[in-house]
């Protein structure tokens, strides 16, 4: 008697979260689309009209899930600042002097914003002619940097220590000299060449706090060579997916999430799809959208398909299953 309120109780989850799941895949579409449109076009050319339809989500799913533009651009922001706090912070993390640290993340920084030249322009120029909102956010993660700059005075010889707003000073001078580099028009087979700038701009960095001496040595190293890799581009499992998630979507990408190597029938039973052509005809989207494969011999044998997830998919499904489990 008890396990048909127990079974009920469990699809009542699991479809709670599969419907999770599409709001959240539709957020992180506008929220790429959006940090892709203002990058590009700019921040006047970038309607609501025009981040929706880049991200294949509609209007009215737009405001549901946002206010106006200024809160998806924050989105944007936030979701940038993080991506980039993340891979910045792990190159600082490594042993040595607060100078040769920072280089280690101004290195890392540069890199990843030569990698991603729209990415880059959203957050250093589009972003300082947004609403207050996204200029208070802005001005927040330039003040965690100024904090790693500040450290400096800490290297410098006793009494001889430059005033704490140097390090203020010496941010906003990096930041312009990155705003010009990125003013020079988008060209995917020149980039703004950025990784370059790491020997001058730590000099001009280390220069207040370690002297001159200290500021030619980091004019005389080389470069570091740019891997052209970006943690967002080619990593990321969002980017440029050309299907439109709705909650069938969901829930057949979860089930086969939850039952590696499950067949057509079981993914159509879950699904509550009738239809065997239906069924069908998704999952052949979503392979060919390289979400799914298909590791059984299928028809041609007379044995049932067995469906999996693809690396891709397995990671839209864990960055989607873990946003929601967070909340």
């Known amino acids: 008697m008890s396990a048909r309120p127990n079974s009920r109780g469990a699809s009542v989850a699991r479809a709670n979260r599969q419907g999770a799941h599409v709001v959240e895949m539709q ?21 609501v009209g025009r981040v929706c339809e880049q991200a294949g989500v509609s209007r009215r799913t737009f405001y549901e899930l946002f206010g106006d533009r200024e809160e998806c651009v924050l989105a944007g922001f936030d979701a940038e600042v993080e991506r980039l706090g993340e891979h910045v912070g792990s190159a600082a993390a490594g042993s040595g002097r607060w100078r040769e640290r920072l280089r280690s993340a101004l290195a890392c920084l540069l890199e990843e914003l030569e990698a991603q030249p729209t990415v880059a322009r959203f957050c250093v120029i589009e972003t300082a002619r947004a609403g207050p909102r996204v200029l208070e956010r802005r001005r927040r993660a330039l003040d965690a940097l100024v904090v790693a700059l500040d450290a400096g005075r800490g290297e410098a010889r006793s009494g001889s220590e430059p005033p704490s707003l140097t390090a203020q000073g010496v941010m906003a001078g990096a930041v312009s000299v990155i705003h010009t580099r ?107 959208c390289e979400l799914i494969e298909n590791r059984g011999d299928g028809h041609a044998r007379g044995e049932p398909n067995a469906w999996a997830l693809t690396q891709r998919g397995a990671a839209i499904h864990a960055a989607i299953d873990t946003k929601v489990a967070t909340g």
């Open 27 to 47: 957020r992180r579409r506008l929220v790429h689309a959006v940090v892709e449109v203002v990058g590009e076009h700019g921040l006047e050319a970038a309607t």
């Open 182 to 288: 990125l003013l020079e028009p988008i060209n995917d087979s020149a980039p703004p060449r950025l990784v370059e700038l790491t020997g001058p701009l730590m000099a001009m960095i280390v220069h207040p706090y370690l002297g001159a001496a200290a500021a030619r040595r980091e004019l005389e190293l080389p470069a570091p060579r740019a891997s052209r890799r970006s943690s967002r581009g080619g990593a990321d499992p969002f980017r440029g997916l050309p299907i439109r998630f709705t909650y069938r979507t969901a829930l057949v990408l979860g089930t086969i999430a939850d039952e590696p190597g499950t067949s057509n029938r079981n993914v159509a039973e879950r699904a509550g799809i009738v239809d065997e052509g239906q069924v069908s005809r998704l999952l052949r989207r979503l392979q060919d």
